[in-house]
């Protein structure tokens, strides 16, 4: 079966597949530090929120080798460092601060027994949170399969695939397990400006996994509901309050409320590691402001005038009551989503991850 793996671990080096390059080139950047990660993330060489709460951890294995600390404590204060450094780089995805803090916790369980056990620890918590956010993306997709229909037309925002997690992706997962399972559905590709992730990147890897796909402006999706030709749409999250308010990429809120006015379920897949039960609303979820060149010169190319004022938010909230149902690896949640989030979080907890 075809897979895409955006990161690879090649010894005290973290390759990055530059997915700003794709689908036209397959470059990978090789990261030796902790700051080099982060600006791979900050300038979406890699995105995502499962993949960014992966590579954050594999950033924390890059301190000590090449580290001067003589004592647990000296490396421990590099690992703080370079977490709040991750932590910064993209504040809406919540996977990022969830794998920095695992990891960190992990760290500091080990630094009364020396060096080389901080840095097995690290390495473990690591492998740790990629294998288990592939195991969540295969029973996303198992539990996504149910709600979708025979045949059916699935729209979806941004890209949510094999690039931007540890396995088949989230919203992308729900996608391929239903065409695996023989379904025949057909996925329209919303392009997501500013950045174009869904033409870039969705279509690209709908393609080599063989989903039919048709690639749409933003703007289409409105009358492609009017006409019925949408069966239901599909995001995935970057951020879930603790009341079931989506954060996801710029776009989305939009696409709920045409869901909602044309009769649609709007479906969001997440792993539990996106849920954030600390931030109680949508309104207290930090968005991402890019630098406005993203719009008036996407892809290097020259669109507006360059000194055009431009507002470029990265994300929108999408309100609890337009959510159909989260599709989660602990099965699909529905409202009220304060208790059935809460559910879900306990059963991970109960699991030990
Ligand atoms: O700015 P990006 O490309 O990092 O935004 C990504 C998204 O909004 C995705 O929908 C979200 O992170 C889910 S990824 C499985």
């Given at each position: 079966m075809t897979t895409i793996a955006p990161i690879e671990r090649r010894g005290d080096v973290l390759a990055i597949?530059?997915?700003?390059?794709l689908p036209h080139e397959e470059r990978w950047l090789e990261c030796r530090t902790p700051a080099e990660v982060g600006e791979a993330i900050r300038s979406l060489a890699v995105r995502g929120a499962p993949i960014l709460g992966i590579v954050a951890a594999n950033a924390l294995t890059l301190v000590a080798p090449s580290s001067r600390a003589s004592n647990p404590s000296g490396l421990m204060e590099e690992l703080e460092e370079a977490a709040a450094m991750l932590r910064a780089t993209?504040?809406?995805?919540?996977n990022i601060s969830w794998a920095v803090h695992r990891v960190l916790v992990a760290a500091r369980s080990s630094a009364a027994f020396g060096i080389g056990e901080v840095r097995a620890a690290i390495e473990l918590e690591a492998i740790a949170i990629e294998r288990e956010d592939r195991a969540a993306c295969d029973a996303i997709g198992a539990f996504g399969n149910e709600l979708v229909p025979e045949g059916a037309n699935v729209l979806t925002h941004c890209n949510t695939g094999m690039l931007c997690t540890g396995g088949i992706g989230t919203a992308q997962g729900v996608i391929l397990a239903a065409h695996r399972a023989g379904k025949r559905i057909h996925v329209w590709v919303d392009e997501t400006r500013p950045v174009w992730q869904g033409a870039r990147l969705t279509a690209w890897e709908l393609g080599r996994l063989g989903v039919p796909r048709t690639l749409v402006a933003d703007g289409a999706a409105a009358s492609l509901m009017r006409s019925g030709r949408v069966d239901l749409v599909v995001t995935g999250a970057d951020r879930i309050t603790a009341d079931g308010s989506v954060a996801n990429k710029i776009g989305t809120y939009g696409l709920a409320v045409l869901a909602r006015h044309h009769d649609v379920p709007f479906f969001v897949a997440a792993p539990v590691?996106?849920?954030?039960?600390?931030?109680?609303?949508?309104?207290?979820v930090p968005i991402e402001e890019r630098a406005p060149q993203e719009l008036t010169t996407p892809l290097d190319t020259p669109v507006a005038e360059p000194d055009t004022p431009a507002a470029n938010p990265a994300f929108d909230v999408t309100p609890?009551?337009?959510?159909s149902a989260i599709v989660t690896e602990h099965g699909v949640l529905r409202r009220p989503y304060a208790s059935t989030l809460r559910e879900a979080v306990g059963m991970r907890e109960r699991r030990g991850a």
């Amino acid at each position: 079966m075809t897979t895409i793996a955006p990161i690879e671990r090649r010894g005290d080096v973290l390759a990055i597949l530059d997915q700003r390059r794709l689908p036209h080139e397959e470059r990978w950047l090789e990261c030796r530090t902790p700051a080099e990660v982060g600006e791979a993330i900050r300038s979406l060489a890699v995105r995502g929120a499962p993949i960014l709460g992966i590579v954050a951890a594999n950033a924390l294995t890059l301190v000590a080798p090449s580290s001067r600390a003589s004592n647990p404590s000296g490396l421990m204060e590099e690992l703080e460092e370079a977490a709040a450094m991750l932590r910064a780089t993209r504040p809406t995805a919540v996977n990022i601060s969830w794998a920095v803090h695992r990891v960190l916790v992990a760290a500091r369980s080990s630094a009364a027994f020396g060096i080389g056990e901080v840095r097995a620890a690290i390495e473990l918590e690591a492998i740790a949170i990629e294998r288990e956010d592939r195991a969540a993306c295969d029973a996303i997709g198992a539990f996504g399969n149910e709600l979708v229909p025979e045949g059916a037309n699935v729209l979806t925002h941004c890209n949510t695939g094999m690039l931007c997690t540890g396995g088949i992706g989230t919203a992308q997962g729900v996608i391929l397990a239903a065409h695996r399972a023989g379904k025949r559905i057909h996925v329209w590709v919303d392009e997501t400006r500013p950045v174009w992730q869904g033409a870039r990147l969705t279509a690209w890897e709908l393609g080599r996994l063989g989903v039919p796909r048709t690639l749409v402006a933003d703007g289409a999706a409105a009358s492609l509901m009017r006409s019925g030709r949408v069966d239901l749409v599909v995001t995935g999250a970057d951020r879930i309050t603790a009341d079931g308010s989506v954060a996801n990429k710029i776009g989305t809120y939009g696409l709920a409320v045409l869901a909602r006015h044309h009769d649609v379920p709007f479906f969001v897949a997440a792993p539990v590691s996106t849920i954030d039960l600390e931030t109680a609303t949508g309104a207290e979820v930090p968005i991402e402001e890019r630098a406005p060149q993203e719009l008036t010169t996407p892809l290097d190319t020259p669109v507006a005038e360059p000194d055009t004022p431009a507002a470029n938010p990265a994300f929108d909230v999408t309100p609890p009551d337009l959510v159909s149902a989260i599709v989660t690896e602990h099965g699909v949640l529905r409202r009220p989503y304060a208790s059935t989030l809460r559910e879900a979080v306990g059963m991970r907890e109960r699991r030990g991850a």
